[in-house]
């Protein structure tokens, strides 16, 4: 369009510039050509928190936060929780299209033959106190593996950075369940390459003296549905952790550590924890409106509720609502349900919540199903981590390959002392 450019009027000098608007943005270097005098730096824009800068262009994950819509390179979020498989939607994110038959089979193959980790991982995981936080170890083990492949370095390589993608995916659930039974002080069970993605971890995480783990598949299903809504995000906190750190051309496990490590906090993966222990707080529905009354004098926060992208219901927390009543059917209703069923009721009618558009985000009823499951609370943001690696792995092989992507290096505002001389100790205050 012949009109796709913005006019700016500098009103310091009376000067007006003319930048290019393409795909809804305008560069924010276009706008280092507005000075006042020559000499000046030119403007910048400040975006603390990156609310409104898009940070790179991707092909992966789709969000439309006032409508509630998300989809995987283009399709809904609910097609792909109801028909797919995990490992299916893992490809489809990875590579932009669903897989074939033949395709789907040799990528399973690749995975499930990369799920054993070298020992002297246990002997590390063995070093952790035994109530060391999972996500704590899982950061670390993920960190180690670097230092097992250094041919990940060459991240220049297609061929090559596949067969880390592999690795990682692979590799995570084993090391997710090693970090639970060493905390159990279980013995460590190794992969079943006879079972599906979710099937094994459940194995992993499960089995005790039978020989062969069978998982329910009622539940086995449902984890791959969870899985399926946690793969991919686009441009959340520990992705951009993830591209940030990668953009320093370090290797991916390296790059993962990092985005483990966003993804731990409580605003973040680590939310779903924090609903189960603020469930567990509230203790019955009797207790809401006293929760909620610290909720709005900004004593509290409603754990699971809010999303920087929807202002509208995440449409991953309906899934996941749909999901947990499977689970319940074979395990009997989570207690904790009813308190959560009243709070997101009595939320959804608060002024307070409406006025700023909070809604129930995907944390809010995952860790009931994660609970009435069997896991630990601790584990839950590990749940998290293992779907998302797929997708902090697209994220990273597609900047990879982005010409326009350079080492993520943000200015800053300068607001300390200008220069002044150095105070020898005996003069100083
Ligand atoms: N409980 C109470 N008040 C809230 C909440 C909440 N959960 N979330 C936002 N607000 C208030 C906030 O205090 C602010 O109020 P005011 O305008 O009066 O200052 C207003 O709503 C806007 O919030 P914000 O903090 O500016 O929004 P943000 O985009 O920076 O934060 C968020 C998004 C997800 C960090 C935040 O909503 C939050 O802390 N939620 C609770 C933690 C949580 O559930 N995180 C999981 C996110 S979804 C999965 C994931 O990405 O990991």
Redesign the pocket.
């Known amino acids: 369009m012949a009109n796709d450019t913005l006019t700016i009027t500098d009103n310091r000098t009376g000067k007006s510039y003319e930048v290019p608007i393409n795909e809804g943005t305008i560069r924010a270097i276009d706008l280092r050509k507005i000075k006042v005098e020559d000499t000046d730096f030119g403007l910048m824009t400040y975006d603390p928190?990156f609310?409104n800068t898009a940070s790179c262009r991707s092909s992966i994950t789709f969000i439309d936060g006032d409508a509630g819509i998300l989809r995987y390179r283009g399709y809904p979020i609910e097609q792909l929780a109801e028909k797919a498989s995990y490992l299916e939607v893992a490809y489809l994110i990875l590579h932009g299209e669903l897989p074939t038959a033949s395709q789907l089979k040799e990528w399973s193959f690749w995975i499930t033959n990369h799920t054993m980790v070298h020992e002297n991982l246990k002997t590390q995981i063995d070093a952790f106190h035994h109530d060391a936080h999972p996500m704590g170890m899982l950061c670390s083990s993920i960190a180690s593996l670097s230092t097992f492949y250094p041919d990940a370095r060459n991240i220049g390589n297609e061929a090559n950075r596949l067969k880390q993608i592999y690795r990682l995916v692979a590799k995570v659930p084993t090391l997710a369940a090693f970090t639970y039974r060493h905390t159990k002080g279980y013995p460590y069970v190794y992969p079943d390459n006879d079972l599906s993605y979710s099937g094994n971890f459940l194995n992993m995480m499960f089995k005790m003296s039978e020989l062969k783990h069978s998982p329910d598949p009622v539940l086995e299903r449902a984890l791959d549905v969870l899985f399926i809504l946690h793969a991919d995000?686009e441009q959340?906190?520990?992705t951009n952790a993830m591209r940030s750190v990668g953009s320093s051309q370090v290797d991916p496990y390296s790059a993962m550590a990092a985005a483990i490590a966003a993804?731990y906090g409580?605003?973040?993966?680590?939310?779903?924890e924090?609903?189960l222990r603020m469930l567990a707080e509230i203790g019955s529905p009797a207790g809401i409106p006293d929760y909620i009354a610290k909720?709005k004098t900004?004593e509290?926060?409603?754990?699971?509720?809010?999303?920087?992208?929807?202002k509208n219901y995440?449409p991953r927390a309906k899934l996941v609502r749909d999901t947990a009543y499977q689970v319940f059917e074979v395990k009997g209703r989570n207690p904790l349900l009813d308190i959560a069923l009243e709070l997101e009721k009595v939320a959804l009618h608060e002024d307070?919540?409406v006025s700023?558009k909070?809604y129930p985000?995907?944390?809010?009823y995952s860790g009931l199903i994660y609970q009435s499951m069997g896991f630990p609370v601790d584990m839950f943001p590990v749940l998290?981590a293992i779907p998302r690696t797929i997708g902090w792995l697209a994220q990273w092989n597609e900047m990879v390959q982005d010409s326009e992507q350079k080492i993520a290096r943000p200015r800053q505002i300068y607001t300390g002392y200008d220069s002044r001389d150095y105070v020898a100790i005996e003069h100083r205050d």
Do not use: E, I, W
Not at 300 to 310: I, S, T
């Open positions: 928190a609310t995000h959340n906190c520990s993804l409580p605003l973040h993966g680590g939310a779903n924090q609903v909720v900004g509290k926060k409603l754990m699971g509720f809010g999303h920087r992208v929807y995440d307070y919540f700023r909070l985000n995907v944390d809010f998290f």
